[in-house]
Each structure stands twice: as C-alpha cells, then as structure tokens.
C-alpha cells in the first residue's frame, strides 16, 4: 500500500493551491536546469550576429514574414550607409570636390530627400527611400567622391562591411530579392533592451541573451544578471581606430577594455570564467595592412610589427586578459568572424563544452 504523508499545513491547503505549488515547484527545477548564457559588449561589437548565428545552427529558419522584414531592414542599411557618407561629404570639402555634375545632380536629391529628415530607426520609410532613389544611389555609389568616403569610413558612422550590401544594390532592389544567408548577416539593427531566445543543444536547455551594447542601453542589462552560467564577451578587433557612436570622444576598443574589466569584477559574475570573442577579424585583417595602432593615442604603446595581422591580435589579447587578476578563473579567447557560420560553428563547439563541464560543476557545487 503507497503511503501518502503530509504536513497538518498541507491538510489545509486546497487541492488546486497544492498543485499551483506543484507546478511552481516544477518551473523552478527546469529553470535551474537551464544553461542561461549571455552575449554581452559594446553596440555593433557583433552579438547580435552570433545571437542569429544560434538559430541558424539550432534553431528554425526564418518564416515568410521575418524575411520580408529583413528585405526591407537590408534596404534601409543600404540607405544608412549612403546617408553616412553623403554627410561625411557635405562636410568635407574636398571629397565634395570629386563630385563630377551628373553625380552633384544625384548628391543633391540625395540630401533633400533623403538626408534632410532622415531617421536611423525607421525602417519602413528608409526602405521607401532605397526603392525611390535606385539611380541616384547607384550613381553616388560608383562616384569617386563615394569611394574616397567610404576609404576614409573610420572617420563616419557607416557600417564597416556594408560596402557587400552597396555591391549587390541591384539585386537587392530587384522586385523578386530573396534574402540570401549572407545578407542576413551582413543586416543590422541595434539592439535596444535584453531579448532571448533557448535552444535544445546536445540536450542541454541553453537560453541565450542577447542585450543592447550602447551605453545608454546597458542600464537594462541587470535584469538579466542573475544565476547566470557562461558570458560570451564580444568585442570588435577592427574597431582599434574608431570612436564610438554614443561619444565621439571615446577609442570604441578602449570603451570594449573598460566594459570588459567591469564585467570581470561585477559581484554575480565573480565566479565565472569568461568567453571573449574578439571578433571581426576579416574586418581587422583589411584594415592592418594600412592603419597603424600605434597611431592612436590610446595604444601609442604599441611595439608589434605594424601592420601585421598576429602582432595586432596578440597585442590586444594581452590587453583584454591582463583584467584578469584572479588565477582561479580562466578567460577563453576566440578571433571570430561573427558573419561566417563555418567559424562560429567550429568556435561554437569548443565553447560548448567549456560550458556544459562549467554547468555540471555548478550543479555539484564545485
Ligand atoms: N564583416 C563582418 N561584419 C560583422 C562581423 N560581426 C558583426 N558584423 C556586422 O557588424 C554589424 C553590427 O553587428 P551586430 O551584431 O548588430 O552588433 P551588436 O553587438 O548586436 O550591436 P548592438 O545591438 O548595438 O549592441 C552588423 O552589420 C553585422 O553584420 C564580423 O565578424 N565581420
Ligand atoms: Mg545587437
């Protein structure tokens, strides 16, 4: 005979309030039985991207209508880049100097059209704008005024890498463009709070958070912080020469050194050894051969061989892993490039099982 035993409180509480503890009781084992991982570092560092990468290698492909979506969030990035260089050139006189008549032409309609009450956020309209402007885009793009923006780019806020998207502008306007991989990971929109998203990965539940990097989003990261498992800090190698969105006063990868130590010593993370991913190294490997870090005043103590790929890495690995002052704790690092699924897969592996094996020490208390 089965023995039921409870406590004289439990005779009093009503069958349905024991079950609603039940289930609560329940709820609470499968989420410590969660892996909760976040991606967390400074806006356009890549999180998103691998954020996106984990769906493509665990999740389900996008539906008809995340694609229409991004067709239009993939226009309106041609349009944001376009709209960066043109105010690069209105303020420079001589690249506005390239500008040959058919193309002052096309830069004119540009700027009262487009530049004049254009809004970063909206991509509805700026999609409009990409649709309605096809010649005179097409035109500024191939101009030598354009060209010799896009070479001095560092010094605006476009997008690095979306000189892909401006090169398949006709495919892209085509009425029958279906979003191909790589554009999908190419597109960008900022991240403005905490989203996430769990995955069933080797039959482990992990449940991943993606945040918003700028500064002014990082108040929002807190509510995310606790009984956290593993971090995968991402930072943007290629960024060494650039100044941030938020503040044009601040290197974007001494902001990245700064986030990362104050990740290292926040209270609930003490435990925790840390993933860091310094990413964008296609970006990086173009830029090295002609930008020298010991040109910026922030890392002017650079001693490594200018213009060489290793020397620049090893340098700002040092960098990062010098934070680390506890012996105790490891940090793991990765030079990715968030937008090619084969290296975030094979980077992905190895991360994982640090993860898991941290996950089970956890578990035992270790
Ligand atoms: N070429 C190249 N582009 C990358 C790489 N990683 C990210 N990007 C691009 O950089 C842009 C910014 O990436 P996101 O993933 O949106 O950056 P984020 O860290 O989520 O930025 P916030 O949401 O503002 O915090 C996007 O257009 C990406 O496609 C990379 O390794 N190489
Ligand atoms: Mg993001």
């Not at 044009?248 to 860091?276: G, P, Q």
Request: hydrophobic share 40%; with cysteine; charged share 25%.
């Amino acid at each position: 005979m089965g023995v039921c035993s409870s406590s004289p409180d439990d005779l009093n509480v009503k069958p349905s309030t024991q079950k609603q503890k039940r289930d609560a009781k329940e709820a609470k084992a499968s989420e410590d039985a969660k892996i909760k991982m976040l991606l967390l570092g400074c806006g356009e560092s890549g999180k998103s991207t691998i954020f996106k990468q984990m769906r493509i290698l665990h999740g389900k492909p996008q539906t008809a209508a995340e694609l229409l979506r991004l067709r239009d969030i993939i226009r309106s990035n041609c349009v944001m880049l376009m709209v960066a260089l043109a105010n690069f050139i209105e303020a420079t006189a001589e690249v506005e100097g390239l500008l040959l008549a058919d193309e002052r032409k096309a830069f004119n309609k540009v700027l009262e059209e487009v530049v004049s009450n254009f809004n970063d956020e909206n991509v509805d309209a700026n999609a409009e704008h990409c649709m309605n402007h096809i010649p005179q885009f097409q035109t500024l793009w191939k101009s030598a005024a354009f060209k010799e923006a896009w070479s001095r780019r560092a010094e605006t806020d476009a997008i690095d890498g979306h000189d892909a998207l401006m090169d398949s502008f006709d495919d892209i306007t085509s009425a029958d463009y279906a979003v191909p991989s790589n554009h999908l990971l190419l597109s960008r929109v900022r991240t403005e709070g905490v989203v996430s998203h769990s995955y069933d990965i080797d039959g482990a539940i992990f449940e991943i958070f993606d945040v918003g990097g700028q500064r002014y989003f990082r108040k929002t990261w807190f509510d995310c912080f606790e009984d956290v498992t593993a971090i995968i800090f991402v930072a943007s190698l290629s960024e060494f020469d650039q100044m941030l969105a938020e503040d044009k006063s601040k290197n974007r990868m001494t902001e990245a050194l700064d986030l990362f130590s104050s990740v290292l010593d926040n209270a609930y993370f003490t435990k925790i050894d840390l993933l860091l991913f310094l990413n964008k190294k296609d970006l990086f490997a173009t830029k090295i051969r002609t930008s020298n870090i010991a040109d910026q005043k922030d890392f002017s103590d650079f001693e490594g061989k200018p213009n060489d790929f290793d020397s620049g890495v090893g340098y700002f690995i040092d960098k990062f892993v010098a934070f680390n002052e506890d012996p105790e704790r490891q940090v793991f690092v990765h030079i990715t490039c968030a937008t090619d699924t084969g290296n975030i897969s094979f980077v992905w592996e190895s991360c994982k099982e640090i993860i898991l094996e941290a996950n089970i020490q956890a578990s035992f208390g270790l």
